[in-house]
């Protein structure tokens, strides 16, 4: 993991994981521990994917939730990656006991 801030790439949210960074808006949040963990989940969901196919998959289901009715702020929380991170963010030792493709599960 390599975190990187980035203050002028992000207005609207904290950051977001671009495989193998995290990308941060501000130098603080490199101590938010819920934070970096959230962002770790998604590391591993890359990886998993092998990194295209995590975005692809990622922006289908995000349009599908939008074109459903969704606002912007449910379909990102409807996401099954974001399902995930969110649900066990603040579990530190998550990552340790996942299973494989686990956000299918969440």
């Known amino acids: 993991m390599i975190c990187i801030t980035a203050p002028k790439l992000f207005k609207r949210f904290s950051g977001c994981a671009f495989w193998p960074f995290i990308l941060i808006r501000e130098e603080r949040l490199k101590r938010d521990l819920v934070f970096i963990n959230h962002e770790r989940i998604h590391l591993r969901q890359q990886a ?59």
């Open 48 to 106: 998993e994917l092998l990194v295209v196919p995590f975005y692809i998959w990622y922006a289908t289901e995000y349009l599908y939730y939008l074109l459903k009715g969704y606002s912007k702020q449910k379909a990102y929380r409807s996401v099954c990656f974001e399902r995930e991170a969110y649900k066990f963010e603040a579990d530190f030792t998550y990552l340790e006991k996942r299973r494989f493709w686990g956000f299918l599960k969440s």
